[in-house]
Every structure is written in C-alpha cells, then in structure tokens.
C-alpha cells in the first residue's frame, strides 16, 4: 500500500487514527508492516502490499 493512503485510513473499529510500522518498503509503497489503532489497542497486518482491515473477528477462517 502506498504510504499516502495513511491519510484516508481510519480504524474499523472504533474509527481512530492508525499508525504504520513499515517491515519492508519499495520507495513510498509499504509491502509488509502493521497497522495499530491506539484508541482501541488494535493491529491489523500489511501483507504483499495490502492492509488487512478486517476486523479481528472476521480474519481467520
Ligand atoms: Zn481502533
């Protein structure tokens, strides 16, 4: 994901703001990391390039 869609992105949770911990980078393209909410203490992963903002309940299976 690009790292500008930060500015669009909200928690589907609680709506709060979300903060990007980059694993690894392809110039402003963000291709593993996290995202954390720290209004609800929530992370969602960001897996070949795309954030998974499911929220927990509906992720595995
Ligand atoms: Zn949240």
């Not at 980078?25 to 291709?31: A, M, N, S």
């Not at 990391?33 to 795309?50: F, V």
């Amino acid at each position: 994901m690009k790292k500008t869609l930060m500015d669009i992105l909200a928690c589907p949770v609680c709506k709060g703001t979300l903060e990007l911990t980059v694993g690894s980078e392809d110039g402003d393209d963000v291709i593993t990391g996290s995202l954390a909410c720290a209004q609800c203490n929530e992370s969602y992963p960001i897996e070949e390039s795309i954030p998974n903002l499911l929220p927990p309940e509906l992720r595995s299976l």
